[in-house]
């Protein structure tokens, strides 16, 4: 008599691979596993070991039947019967008691027998029933390899790794693995809807390391082997079809049990919304011990298909044996009772063989679960094409197909157009249902293949950052981390972009959470660290060409700041700070930092060379020196009147020894040209700003400008250190205010002056521009207007006089339609003579107290204006305003305009825009 015998025992005992074991051991054996996805799991195991020649694969959607099989994977509903197989294993057999496919387990427990051996796999909690029901069983505990203990509740934040999280629902789940996305860097999803295929994807993720997290439902309760250290509950109740229950403590030990693989010890707990475990319930899952199954879910296996009347009957029979109960309506008996209300179904469904038909239309599962209705539509189809042409209608198939065979779209398109795909491959496998199945079993096998791979591409892509995975995986194994800097500056690790090295510091690419900013850091600067001193190296043998400094005291190499100036105790001797990551080190630190200090040295030195020399001439002593100290303070430049009076304690000797060094003593200003050129100066604004500790720089004006509009709340030291002075609205530079002053001496500034051409050409101005700038500087501007003096006109040439018939001819008047008024000037239209507006400047007396009093050879003995007898010039009334002038002189006529010349030309514009 053939032995049979119940391998009990909580999870991680060893009794599916036990099991596996025993059927190798024979010549022939069929194993029963409650999931599609433990199917194919142990499939590929014993494909591994035995080849794929003899091992076939039968589920709802799945069948690879070779030849000569000899051992046969299966799920529980799909198992073969009547093959004689001389071995036969049911697992997860604790099963019966389940409401939903229990009276499918329950069957197999009755009826399924190997000839030589039989094997059920389960929970303690069977135990009792499994005596009471069958006969001469042996009993084999098996105990739990390593032990589980509950670690409380943890928040996902601090979730330790090699982690299971588990859910009982989609939104639930797909929750938890975007919080965990974002805290973790990503997390493998694993449901029991998935196909064996996305599965397998996405539990090599998790197994590779290339996550660390996984999201599940109570899938991973069923055999799957994980390597999994702690399982997280997020919730402890669930749907079951009915309605929602909290789970039994011996269904949460199924699942917890996961934790901890062979000698590994494992852990439980909760998570997020999850209440504690009250203290009964860890004890029974840390013990294994359970409340025992009292009942098992049956339902009749002896059908009779006389009628759908009769075959609804003895579905619903039942039964006296005191350790079963009837199982509620499944969904194939729902479905059998729908459809036989439609009387052509009724109609057709007429004998034995076309009842049986009915039924096994019936049992195909509403995988897509859009509505009872919309399924029992379905089976109607398929069985009316069935009853009438013996076959499902090839060209409807196919446009069902191809509807579904998209891989655009979200995860919830490509979960229902696999969930869609997976009825028409059920479908394909039914034997004799399609003309061509091999065919379709192909091709549906195919599309739900290319849905799979785009499913776990957008699970990927959704709840799995690649870049913080693969980087903590790194990290983790203390593997060297290889980075990349390209030209503009990107760095990648391991392949993944992680940021942009600027100069010296590390600019992170934007993270979703501080715990993957975190991560990507820590990569990043454990791969920058050859670089970094590779960079060093560059950067210190650097030419001076690609350093510079910025307006703001900035330190720039190339497009990079690298550090900025700081102030010192010298306003020529700034401080360096460069701008170096603490991880670099201080080595790299202080070699960027040297190469910044050479540099502001020499473009200091280089910039400022006639005046450190100055600074440096030993041969200056005495006033000389002191004169000199001063001007190296102000840093090249400063008004005269701030040192009127040292100025005239300076002899010719004294002023020539400074001469020497280029320093020019102006009328307004005291400077060193070469300091004016615009690298000097705007060098002297930056050492200047940084020595007064503003927070903001001033910036040099533009190369070129004679003047510059001046500015509300600039101060005229600003100006000054620029190189300008102020004037009324504008600020002229420095070396060309002296050359006017040069113009101003040669004129009569205290009778009264006109401005000529030369002065407009060397500020750049109008007339009225001019006029205010002559204000800022002191002077009387008196505005007046007079005829405006038009160049005679040259005698014409003979043939300009001489005009031809041509012209002669239109210059008639009246002839060609023109008449004898259009050749006659209106009279309105005389304006009278043009004017001009011209000023008068006389210095205005104030403004001496900045020593600023025009000096020339216009100034009488005794110190009195005008001529050498001191007298006043006659009044000139102008005819216009009646502005007074005085002037020692009398006017000189106006000189006629040379038309060629350019100055005149361009002080005819300025009038003409005045």
């Not at 330790?160 to 009982?168: C, E, K, N, Q, S």
């Not at 701008?579 to 080595?587: I, K, L, M, P, R």
Request: charged share 30%.
């Amino acid at each position: 008599m053939p032995g049979i015998t119940a391998v009990l025992g909580p999870t991680n005992t060893g009794k599916t691979h036990y099991a596996i074991e025993r059927m190798l051991a024979h010549r022939t054996g069929v194993i029963g596993l409650p999931l599609r996805l433990l199917a194919r799991e142990v499939y590929d195991r014993i494909v591994a070991l035995r080849g794929p020649s003899v091992v076939a694969l039968v589920t709802g959607e799945e069948r690879i039947v070779p030849e000569r099989t000899q051992y046969w994977v299966c799920t529980v509903e799909a198992m073969p019967e009547g093959i004689g197989a001389d071995f036969v294993a049911i697992d997860e057999i604790q099963l019966c008691a389940d409401p939903e496919r229990g009276h499918v387990f329950t069957e197999r427990l009755l009826n399924a027998r190997g000839l030589h051996e039989t094997l059920f796999m389960g929970s303690d909690t069977i135990r009792g029933a499994i005596a009471a029901l069958v006969p001469k069983v042996q009993f084999m505990r098996r105990e739990r390899f390593s032990s589980l203990t509950y670690a409380g509740s943890k928040k996902l934040s601090r979730m330790p790794g090699r982690a299971a999280i588990v859910g009982f629902s989609v939104d639930n789940l797909y929750a938890v693995a975007e919080l965990m996305r974002r805290q973790k860097g990503g997390v493998a999803v694993v449901m029991g809807a998935l196909s064996p295929r996305t599965r397998n994807a996405q539990v090599d993720m998790y197994q590779n390391g290339d996550v660390d997290y996984l999201v599940a439902t109570d899938a991973i309760g069923m055999g799957l082997n994980l390597d999994v250290n702690h399982v997280a509950f997020s919730a402890l109740t669930k749907f079951d079809g009915r309605r929602m229950r909290r789970l039994a403590p011996n269904e949460l030990a199924q699942i917890a049990g996961r934790a901890g693989r062979y000698m590994s010890d494992g852990s439980f707990g909760v998570t997020g919304e999850a209440p504690p475990l009250e203290p009964e319930v860890v004890e029974a899952i840390t013990e294994h011990s359970f409340t025992p199954i009292r009942k098992l879910n049956w339902r009749n296996g002896r059908l009779s298909f006389g009628s759908i009347e009769a075959l609804v009957g003895s579905l619903e029979e039942g039964t006296d044996e005191p350790w079963l109960t009837r199982a509620r309506e499944a969904d194939d008996l729902r479905a059998l009772k729908d459809l036989s209300a439609d009387p052509l179904i009724t109609a057709r469904a007429s004998d034995g063989s076309s009842v049986r038909l009915l039924w096994d239309v019936c049992r195909v599962p509403d995988f897509r679960s859009i509505s009872q209705t919309e399924h029992a539509t379905l089976l109607t189809s398929i069985f009316t094409d069935l009853h009438e042409h013996g076959r499902v209608r090839a060209d409807w198939f196919a446009r069902q197909v191809k509807r579904i065979d998209r891989v655009d779209g979200d995860i919830d398109t490509l979960s229902t157009r696999l969930a869609y795909i997976r009825t028409w491959t059920y479908v394909a496998q039914r034997k004799g249902w399609l003309a061509d199945q091999d065919h379709w079993r192909g091709e549906t096998r195919a599309v739900e293949d290319r849905l799979s791979d785009a499913l776990h591409a957008a699970l990927t892509k959704r709840f799995v950052d690649r870049r913080t995975s693969v980087l903590l995986r790194r990290l983790k194994q203390k593997e060297s981390l290889v980075a990349e800097v390209n030209t503009k500056g990107e760095v990648s690790v391991e392949g993944e972009f992680v940021g942009r090295l600027e100069g010296f510091r590390f600019r992170q690419d934007g993270a979703s959470s501080p715990e993957e900013a975190k991560t990507v850091q820590s990569a990043a600067m454990a791969a920058l660290a050859p670089e970094f001193h590779l960079r060093a190296d560059r950067f210190y043998n650097a030419p001076d060409t690609e350093l510079d400094f910025t307006e703001q005291g900035g330190l720039m190499w190339g497009d990079s700041a690298v550090g900025k100036l700081v102030k010192g105790d010298d306003v020529l001797r700034p401080r360096i700070q460069a701008f170096v990551d603490d991880e670099a080190g201080s080595d790299v630190a202080d070699k960027v930092t040297r190469r910044l200090q050479h540099f502001m040295d020499r473009k200091i030195a280089a910039l400022f060379e006639p005046m450190i020399a100055m600074q440096k001439d030993e041969t200056l002593s005495g006033l000389p020196r002191g004169f000199a100290f001063q001007i190296v303070e102000a840093l090249g430049v400063i008004p005269r009147h701030e040192v009127a009076q040292d100025v005239k304690a300076l002899d010719q000797d004294a002023r020539g020894l400074l001469r020497k060094h280029g320093v020019r003593f102006g009328q307004f200003t005291i400077f060193m040209p070469l300091l004016l050129k615009p690298a000097p100066t705007r060098l002297r604004l930056v050492l200047w700003s940084l020595f007064e500790g503003l927070d903001e720089f001033p910036e040099s004006p533009p190369p070129g400008l004679v003047t510059i509009p001046v500015v509300e709340g600039v101060g005229e030291k600003v100006y000054t250190l620029s190189g300008y002075r102020q004037a009324g609205a504008r600020a002229i530079r420095i070396d060309m205010l002296e050359r006017l002053a040069d113009q101003l001496r040669a004129q009569d500034s205290r009778g009264g002056f006109e401005a000529n051409p030369d002065m407009l050409s060397i500020t750049g101005m109008t007339l009225e521009q001019f006029a205010d700038l002559m204000k800022g500087l002191g002077y009387k501007a008196e505005q007046g207007e007079r005829v405006k003096v038009k160049p005679a006109p040259e005698a014409p040439s003979e043939a300009e006089a001489t005009p031809d018939a041509a012209t002669d001819t239109e210059a008639t008047p009246g002839a060609d339609g023109a008449s004898e008024a259009d050749a006659t000037p209106d009279a309105d239209a005389d304006t009278g003579p043009e004017m001009e507006v011209f000023y008068t400047f006389t210095w205005g007396g104030f403004g001496r107290a900045k020593g600023n009093a025009p000096r020339g050879k216009q100034q009488g003995r005794g110190g009195k204006p005008g001529g050498p007898k001191g007298k006043k010039g006659p009044r000139r009334d102008t005819g216009g305003d009646k502005i007074k002038s005085y002037s020692s002189r009398p006017p000189k006529k106006d000189k006629p305009i040379d038309p060629d010349n350019p100055f005149a030309q361009a002080l005819m514009g300025l009038k003409d825009k005045s």
